[in-house]
């Protein structure tokens, strides 16, 4: 993948084409034999930033890793994408608005076909027929709409459960479609319903492990992609994950996790969510009693999850991958082999 730098406030690309950013602007772009590839979080400048950057020699839009967005900024950055009548692909996380909407405007939709079929997941947020309820501004009716008429969902589709085993709320948060490429083998399916839970007025985000199936729906039969060909381009290849430490024998996966210090609350649920996702997994622990995990929904799990231990400052050691418990204590040294070597940022 090629390098970028700031300099000044300007986006630079190396080796490729160079489009000054918008101050209040994050999305990063890169643009190779007309595949722009795009990721970051949506923020308030980013709708003028997408219009600078999508200029007619644009064929192909990639939305790797974009998230955040209102749903008018989706909208006004949506329109933009189906004027210039490109092909649009997901490749990584697409979550939220912004992502979901851009993606649906596309002439042509696809999945991205570099690395595994799960580390591709489109998330459509969605709030179903209220006609008594404001949504910020705009009745939750125009969400619908756009999403019928930007795909084959129905009202079947879009139905929030009120009275399934979540506490959905009708306006803040929505509840979410999640589509994967039809070659995904994952436990839970390739198209499910999730929704988030309001507890103690704080959202709890969903895991795929408590979604529900969606039986019969296809991304394909439902209009979300034009076809079930996955997209490749040189732009978009994935490296390999860094390679596991073998088993060590410290524990059972199913006993609580125990590495001898005290560990922050939230790593009970995390490793939970670990043991109900699917492979590849890891789950990581740190020297302050932190806890990381990423899952097939990863591009490369066991390289993300380490990552992200090592932006805390900390230590960090595997407890566990896929259905192995590899733990090694902190006060002993690691097998060679089992020696995580530091990466170049991708």
Known sequence: MKCMRTLGGAMVLLAGLAVPSLAGATLQYSTQDGVMRVSGKVEAKDVEGLKAQITPA???LVLAGVSGGSWEQGRDMAAL?????????VHGLCTGWSCSMMFL???????????????????????????NYDCGGYHCTDISDW??????????????????????TTVTPPDSLIFFPAQAKLAHGNVLHCAREIIEEK?????????????????????????????????????????????????????????????NDECRAIYT?????????????SNKGSCFARFANSLRPHAEAYRACKASKAKCRFYAVDDTVVFVSFDKPLPKKAVVQKEEDE
């Open 81 to 89: 994408v189906e004027k210039a009548e490109v092909t649009t692909v």
């Open 58 to 60: 644009v064929r192909v």
């Open 147 to 168: 999403l019928g008429r930007h795909s084959k969902l129905g009202n079947g589709d879009l139905t929030i459960y009120h009275k399934s085993m979540f506490t959905a």
């Open 203 to 263: 959202k709890k985000e969903f895991t795929l492990a408590d979604c529900l199936p969606m039986p019969g729906v296809t991304a394909l039969n439902r209009g979300i992609v034009t076809t079930d060909e996955g997209f490749t381009h040189p732009s978009i290849s994935v490296r390999d994950d860094i390679a596991a430490p073998a088993g060590s024998g410290y524990a059972k996966l199913e006993d609580p996790v125990d590495i001898g210090i005290a560990l």
């Open 105 to 131: 405007s596309g002439k042509s939709r696809m999945f991205s076909g570099a690395g595994r079929p799960e580390s591709h997941e489109l998330e459509i947020p969605f709030i179903n027929y209220l006609p």
């Open 273 to 285: 969510r670990f043991l109900h996702s699917d492979s590849p997994r890891a789950f990581i622990v």
